[in-house]
């Protein structure tokens, strides 16, 4: 029996009902700035969100296998990797063009050192740049037969000039992979946060959604469209259940507290995290002791564009 992702459907009518009751109309807007100066400035909380997405996911499929079959690879190709962060993918999908050709490129250039330290020796030719993906000047027209953007495009702020930019450095004939999610996923963990903040009585300002309202599944056909001739949506799920507390804090704080804690000295004192914390492991920790495990619910996929 192959192993297939065909089954898993998480979604049920009580977690629609609680995304439309918990997601704000406001989501946070991130930019290029704050992923080169403020949230990857070291690897760290990238590392932490890799190894949970792969640690406690229920899907048996991991998001590099989907990536692997959406690139369609022959094993040749050259392969542009846009905010290819700490190379974790890469160095996944890499077996699979043994003999081709990868790029990473990123703006961060502490994520960026550590992508080329985990390639460092290995046959296959890596190049790594450093540089903002809405501007490829870097690369001459048709210079690669595939592109991908793993869960970064959102930070992207020239997002149209990037998609220009893909087309061009682009072959004919080659694919762009583009991967993100619905705003609903994970809303497991918006809904615990948010009671926390209620309960604090926070302010107004953190009560905005996901980092996702630029781009997302539900709204990137179109913003895509008009550089491809051709743009897939594929949507899989999986779902992270973790059985400690513990483990799913790290998490949280990996995503920076759901973008409260995105940008320290803005106002919230240290006191306000730790309250912040203690709030979420109680309720966390009250669904476990109830249900077993803890569950986020990822409703995530990419665009193929070619
Ligand atoms: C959430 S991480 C994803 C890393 C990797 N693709 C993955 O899925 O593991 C987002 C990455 O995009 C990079 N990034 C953000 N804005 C960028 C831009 N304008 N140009 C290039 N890279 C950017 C960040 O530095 C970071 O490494």
Redesign the pocket.
Known sequence: MSITDADMDFRTPELDALASRVIPAQHFLLR?ED??DS??TDTSK?DA??LAHDRFRTNPLA?HDHLVHALDLRGTEELL??????G??LARIRPHLAAGHLVG????PA??NAARQRLEGVATPCDFVE????DLSAFATDSFDRGM????AH???GLQA?FAEVRRVLRPGGRFVL?TDRPASMIEMWNVHFAALRDMDAPQHLFRATPKARISLDNGAEQLAPHFAAVERVDWQDQLQFGKAETFMAFYRSCNYCCAGSKPGEGLPPAFFTELEHRVHARVQAAIETTGYFALTKYTGHFICS
């Open positions: 290029t992923a080169r949230y990857f990238l969100k890799q998001l990797d846009l905010g290819c962060g700490n974790e993918i490129f990123d703006i961060a994520v960026l540089g903002s993906a809405d953007a793993v869960y970064m930070y992207v702020t990037c991967a």
